[in-house]
């Protein structure tokens, strides 16, 4: 009885926040105050709650403007073929980049807080080291909350490292990959066209009862006309924009960041070194005694470094010329005559130097960059100022009116249906009421968007479109039937000594194929060809698929004999591409394993069409 009163009471509002309270009071923890919104209201002003841990709506909406400029630039860079990179890549889908931001931030915040259950250190001189720009040698200035994400970030990396370097490659799989994608092959290709199916098809009789449940299944994919929305969009150039950047502010800007930004030469060191890379004669164990026998005796003696070692002239950061263990060494050696400990070259030796001068990095004078700085500076307030005055001003007809008027906004009238990868169409959707606005910044130019009329999408009736369904019928039948012929033919060729078709089946042989040869992959895949069909290992293996318009039923007829030197140069480099494969596949199995075991709750998420607008 006593129980199920105490359970009672646990259960009401007052309670959660006595319990609260009690928690705060007993452990200190700001932490719990941080969820205690959530746990008794049961709403969160984020989009997603991670373990109790909020995702903030300005962290999504900083993430989706970075998917947004990650989807434009593939774009721009792949044109047809930028979906299939973004998700091979980068895990991104274009058909909804909302779920892809979301996606990284929880796998972001699942990996932080695996970070704080792993034991991993980073010492603070460790932190200060990975904060020295690496051309000026200078330590950036970071402010305590930059330096606690920092070491935040740096742990992750680690925590990622040591998860992805946990995995290899099995000898049969790199064997394999080297015969499916790496050897040359000559191919019989039977290529069985779609249309002869469809004429097939076509002469069949079709019910009206057939048409129309074809049209019920598939009215919302294929039958409709979509929907629409009319707006108003005004363009505003920063040129017309009163922003006004003032010479001292271009000054603090120049003298803040001339070490990382405006540097003309950087800063050069000389030295002095001795190798001990004997490895045939001695092996590694041996010659690291060597290397720190002479340290000791050096330190001692310095002057045994003059008569003893390699004079090494100027070199920069950065510089192919050294190699990166050596080059870090010799810039954290802070005065002239420094020597530095025994340092690991890996499979080359190891190495012992000496300081013998330094000349420190010159900057381009201001006058030379100021011009750079002001463009910089007048996009970036303009930036600012335009969003901000521009959100004030859109709930108001009037000073909206006046705002556009005093800044120059040129007019447009749109009707447009949603466009995956048009901002002015996705703004339009994302508002609900006539007359709603939205502002944001684009290639340098602000836009105000309003919404002045919604299309809702509809269904076209079915006695319009019978001609047009009972077409689209016979296609899908078709479809279904080379298909079957595809897997038909496959089967009765295994094993055979030559490829056996049907007559209305086009077939042709081709030259040496080369995967390494995107031109030839290319012109295949114009073909209609999925070219994983070019993956058979064996000669005399059958491989069949189906493609957007035919089927193709696709013969390894042979396979180039490679010399063994040429063979081992491909393997390594086949190595190289399946080791990144499968630290990429572990670390993707261990973020799963974190999503299974946590708890994550999105269905307090606002419409995520309007957060990265309006920041």
Sequence with gaps: ???????????????????????VVVFGGMSVLKYAKYWITGRTDGVALVNGQEI???????????????????????????????QHQYGINVQNP????????????????????????????AIQNATIDPQSGVALNLTDNEKRAFKEEKQ????????????????????????????????????????????EEEGKEITTS?????????????????????????????????VNISDKTIEDKYNKEKHLNYIDKPAQIKIREIRFDDLKGKGLNQLQEQAEAFLKEVTANPALFEEKGTLVDFFSKGSKKKEGALEVAAFRLKTDGDISPVINLGDKGFAVIQRVARKEATYK??????????????????SNQFKLKANNSKSDAQELKT???????????????????????????????????????????????????????????????????KKDLAKEKARKSLTQAVNKIKAENYGKESLKVPAYAKTQKTDWVDRADQEQLKKLAEQGLPLNTLSIEKKGLVMGAVGKNDGYIVRLDELKSVDEATKTTKKKELIVALDQRFKSVTMGSFIASLYK?????????????NISYEI
């Design 365 to 382: 004078p201001l006058a030379q960059v100021k011009d750079q700085i002001r463009k910089t500076l007048l996009k970036n307030e303009f």
């Design 56 to 86: 903030s709506r300005a962290d999504f909406a900083q993430q989706k403007l970075e998917i947004e400029y990650i989807i434009k630039e593939a774009h721009k860079n792949y044109g047809a073929m930028s979906s299939f990179f973004l």
């Design 210 to 242: 057939e048409l129309q449940k074809f049209f019920e299944d598939n009215k919302n994919k294929l039958y409709f006309i979509p929907a629409k929305r009319a707006g108003n969009v005004w363009t505003f150039d920063s040129a017309k924009f009163p």
């Design 156 to 199: 992750v990396e680690l925590l990622s490292s040591l998860i992805q370097n946990a995995t290899w490659v099995p000898k049969f799989v790199i064997d394999e990959s080297y015969a499916s994608n790496v050897v040359p092959k000559k191919f019989t290709i039977a290529t069985l066209p779609l249309e002869h199916f469809i004429k």
């Design 597 to 609: 075991n946590a708890t994550i709750d999105t269905s307090k998420t606002p419409d995520m069409g």
């Design 403 to 469: 705002f556009i008027e005093k800044n120059g906004g040129t007019l447009e009238h749109v009707t447009i249906p949603l466009k995956e990868n048009d901002q002015i169409a996705r703004r339009l959707f994302a508002l609900t009421k006539v007359n709603d606005c939205s502002v944001f910044i684009q290639e340098g130019k602000g836009y105000i968007v309003q919404l002045t009329g919604i299309t809702t999408k509809q269904t076209l009736p079915f006695d319009m479109i019978v001609g047009q369904v």
């Design 98 to 125: 909302d779920d892809s931001a979301l996606d990284r931030l929880i796998h972001k915040t699942l990996l932080m807080q695996a970070v704080e259950r792993f034991p991993l250190y980073l010492s603070s001189k």
């Design 1 to 23: 009885m006593m129980i199920s009163k105490i359970r009672t009471g646990i259960k009401s509002q007052w309670s959660k926040a006595f319990l609260i309270i009690l928690l």
